[in-house]
């Protein structure tokens, strides 16, 4: 099924802070390669079928080319994100405020969490992170508002701050994750409720390989991702490599330029 995603052009692209293990603001980044790679993307998902809406970059906000983190969408209900850091505040009212005035019905947080960086959605669940970004407490509310049942996962490895940067939905009932991105308790969780997943390395992991976007068929994925890549086709998806190393830097890969609206 053809799938809609909400992306933004990196114009005002650059690494001006470190709010992650990732982020090294005297290497900076380069915003031209930056927009060649996003473009790349953006015409991948397009390549597939898939439709893809575009919210306008807003001026001193180097990070909102990161959509995913901009809100979470289920069954055209929109929790909106409200960031831990003061440098992303705003991108959360920005696409808010977007849906909001396309008619779809929205819910400001109360509490601190960042969409679907820290919330993926399978087809009777939705997997929530916690410990860096977003609070326990918004579990339960974008429970409440979205009528799925939602699991809490904490994460104990800085440079995976988010969920998607060590998890990704393969489908509506199945996953690949890196192990070593939660605790023993969220890993045994992991384990009963998908024995079949798919497992990736740590040195896909640090290329940050799971921050991947599936459509069930096709998964979009970082190029450097070597390992994880055989796997999957393994296991009979078609894999779509993407170079997006200079988002990278600023600790984005696929998943992170990709809000699903659902």
């Not at 109360?110 to 977003?134: C, K, M, Q």
């Not at 939660?182 to 640090?206: C, H, K, N, W, Y």
């Not at 069930?216 to 890549?229: D, F, K, P, T, Y």
Request: with cysteine.
């Amino acid at each position: 099924m053809p799938k809609h995603y909400l992306m933004c052009r990196p114009e005002h692209f650059a690494v001006e802070y470190a709010i992650n293990p990732w982020m090294d603001p005297e290497q900076g980044a380069d915003r031209d390669t930056a927009i060649r790679q996003w473009e790349g993307l953006k015409a991948a998902y397009e390549e597939l079928g898939h439709q893809v809406s575009l919210i306008d970059p807003v001026e001193g906000l180097p990070d909102m080319v990161f959509a995913a983190n901009g809100a979470l969408v289920v069954g055209g209900r929109v929790y909106g994100a409200k960031f831990a850091h003061s440098e992303r505040a705003a991108e959360g009212p920005a696409y808010l405020r977007w849906f909001a005035e396309r008619g779809y019905a929205t819910k400001e947080a109360s509490f601190t969490n960042e969409g679907e960086g820290d919330f993926l959605t399978l087809d009777e669940v939705i997997l929530a992170g916690t410990g860096f970004r977003t609070d326990k407490a918004a579990h339960l509310e974008a429970q409440e508002f979205l009528g799925l049942p939602v699991v809490t996962l904490q994460l104990v490895d800085p440079r995976y701050y988010h969920l998607d940067t060590a998890l990704f939905p393969l489908d509506g009932r199945n996953i690949a994750y890196y192990p070593g991105a939660f605790s023993q308790g969220s890993q045994e969780v992991l384990r009963r409720m998908f024995p079949d997943a798919v497992i990736a390395t740590a040195a896909d992991a640090e290329v940050l390989g799971l921050n991947a976007v599936s459509d069930g068929s096709h998964v979009v994925i970082n190029v450097e991702a070597q390992e994880l890549q055989l796997e999957l086709k393994r296991r009979g998806y078609e894999v779509i490599p993407v170079d997006l190393s200079e988002l990278r830097k600023a600790g984005g890969g696929p998943k992170c330029c990709t809000l699903e609206i659902r």
